[in-house]
Nanobody, 119 residues
């Protein structure tokens, strides 16, 4: 079955960096657009970053542009989110999402990894 396993979250001071990883299995990685979402307590889930399966095009939420970078490694079936210059408002549970590039009904989620930015 399809599994998305996130890792790399933790506690970091403001201005620090973290790299999240999401290892995918049970799917054809090259067929999926990969996304990172986040959800803070009491807030709606927010799309943070997207990387397409064809061409590797990326897009970002305005709140993270210039600070976060999404990338994918097809050899490892893994997507990454490099987060720099972290702010307290980046504190949230971060989720990896895989959505088929053609058949959107094939949509999978990881269990999430907590990121806390605090001094």
């Amino acid at each position: 079955q399809v599994q998305l396993v996130e890792s790399g979250g933790g506690l970091v001071q403001p201005g620090g960096s973290l790299r999240l990883s999401c290892a995918a299995s049970g799917l054809t990685f090259s067929a999926y657009v990969m996304n990172w979402y986040r959800q803070a307590p009491g807030k709606e889930r927010e799309l943070v970053a997207v990387i397409t399966n064809i061409g590797g095009r990326t897009s970002y939420a305005d709140s993270v542009k210039g600070r976060f970078t999404i990338s994918r490694d097809s050899a490892r079936n893994t997507v990454y989110l490099q987060m720099n210059s972290l702010k307290p408002e980046d504190t949230a549970m971060y989720y990896c999402n895989a959505q088929h590039g053609i058949y959107s009904k094939y949509d999978y989620w990881g269990q999430g990894t907590q990121v806390t930015v605090s001094s």
